[in-house]
């Protein structure tokens, strides 16, 4: 269920954008994101990540700390708004189900403006 401010709900990434925000960090600057993907091959992870890198991604493939599945790192710069954030979850989801794997959030080391 999405959270709710002043009684409207938010989506999702609105949500962690709005909380992040209380800690004075920029949204108005490209950032480095990262999103995290999980397949249960090697090869799977390779497909998904090929188009993931349409995307404009970065990516790296690697075993996960549990060896039980193959994380698909992807890394892009943008400026982080809750509409784009949106738009690629749904893709980065689709591509994940595609692939029968996970994708399983972003997160972000955010330019801080001043002082938390």
């Known amino acids: 269920m999405p959270s709710?401010?002043?009684?409207?709900?938010l989506r999702p990434d609105e949500?962690?954008?709005q909380q992040l925000k209380k800690?004075?960090?920029s949204f108005d600057k490209p950032q480095v994101?990262?999103?995290y993907f999980y397949f249960s091959t090697e090869a799977l992870a390779q497909k998904a990540g090929e188009e993931i890198m349409r995307e404009g991604c970065a990516i790296t493939i690697r075993l996960g700390v549990m060896n039980d599945a193959w994380c698909c790192l992807a890394t892009k710069?943008?400026?982080?708004s809750p509409e784009?954030?949106?738009r690629l979850r749904?893709?980065?989801?689709?591509?994940?189900?595609?692939?029968?794997?996970?994708y399983d959030g972003w997160g972000?080391?955010?330019i801080n403006e001043g002082n938390i």
């Not at 709710?4 to 709900?9: E, L």
């Not at 710069?77 to 982080?80: A, G, L």
């Not at 749904?90 to 996970?102: M, P, V």
């Open 108 to 110: 972000t080391g955010f």
């Open 23 to 25: 800690f004075n960090l």
């Open 77 to 80: 710069e943008i400026v982080p």
């Open 15 to 17: 949500f962690a954008v």
């Open 84 to 86: 784009e954030l949106e």
């Open 90 to 102: 749904k893709r980065f989801e689709a591509i994940a189900e595609k692939y029968n794997g996970e």
């Open 33 to 35: 994101v990262e999103f």
């Open 4 to 9: 709710r401010t002043n009684g409207k709900a």
